[in-house]
């Protein structure tokens, strides 16, 4: 059996995504962490301990491991506006999590408008954490577009970017995917994957085909105002991370090879504000 741990869209630097508690910037000043911010920190120490019960063998992390420059909103939703700082920010996330699962580390390249472009940001984080060098699509050196791992016959095809799908139909974009990439297959056009892993949603969706998985991984970031200009209820976050188990004799003997695994937490409620305010003796 083998455990691939998968998670995406940490974003440090948004005041949204991942920081580490004190968090001392290249000025000198120490950034303390906002509320929402201290709690994914605890959420993140549990997934932490999660993932350690069993042996990882590797860890991919699919891209937007900064929040870059944000230029739309003029930086205003950044704790951390110098890019180096967030990639300090990054490093010191994943370092905890690196250091417990002491396997293999690979990196997907994000979008441009985050992780800079071609993947600029990713590629120091990566480079920093001394992360696999791996063969595959799009520049770069220690990050790539897209991931295919080997893991004893079972293929798994990691890449960032897919379109987000609205309203209730979560699994459409995921379900299209997994079906041109057999497709794709077919034409001997891309290696036949067993699991095919997608970020940049922030939600996670698994399905299940005949002969593949399809999966879109959780975030790291709670919800931003783009996310509320576009809907307050649609575009809620999920937070957490996920595991492929894999059991290459399964395919062998012409089972499914592959397990799900996932662990998500409840996100932090918004505080509600009461017309007439409890008095201290109780009475309104």
Not at 11 to 21: E, Q
Not at 22 to 28: E, H, L, N, V, Y
Not at 142 to 159: E, P, Q, R, T
Not at 184 to 213: L, S
Request: with cysteine; glycine share 8%; net charge neutral.
């Amino acid at each position: 059996m083998k455990n691939i741990l998968c998670l995406s869209d940490i974003h440090a630097g948004s005041i949204y995504g991942m920081l580490p508690p004190d968090f001392q910037a290249s000025t000198g000043t120490i950034v303390r962490q906002t509320r929402g911010q201290a709690y994914t920190w605890e959420c993140w120490l549990d997934m932490i301990a999660w993932a350690s019960r069993d042996p990882v063998d590797a860890v991919v992390i699919v891209g937007d491991v900064v929040d870059g420059k944000q230029p739309k909103s003029h930086a205003s939703e950044l704790c951390l506006p110098l890019v180096v700082d967030q990639e300090d920010a990054s490093e010191a996330t994943l370092t905890p999590l690196l250091s417990a699962a002491k396997c293999p580390v690979y990196f997907i390249k994000g979008t441009f408008y985050h992780d800079d472009e071609a993947g600029r940001s990713v590629d120091n984080v990566a480079k920093s954490l001394k992360a696999t060098i791996y063969e595959g699509l799009g520049s770069g050196t220690y990050a790539k577009s897209v991931l295919d791992l080997n893991v004893d016959g079972v293929i798994c095809d990691f890449s960032h970017g897919i379109s987000v799908s609205g309203g209730l139909y979560r699994a459409v974009a995921i379900d299209r995917e997994v079906l041109w990439s057999v497709l794709a297959a077919k034409m001997n056009e891309t290696p036949n994957a067993d699991v095919i892993v997608r970020g940049h949603a922030h939600y996670f969706t698994h399905i299940e085909g005949t002969t593949k998985h399809g999966m879109i991984l959780p975030a790291w970031q709670l919800q931003t105002d783009f996310m509320r200009k576009n809907s307050r209820y649609r575009m809620i976050p999920d937070l957490g991370a996920a595991k492929i188990v894999i059991d290459a004799d399964a395919k062998k003997r012409g089972d499914d090879p592959c397990q799900i695994r996932k662990r998500i937490y409840k996100l932090p409620k918004p505080n509600v504000t009461y017309l007439y305010p409890l008095q201290t003796s109780g009475k309104k």
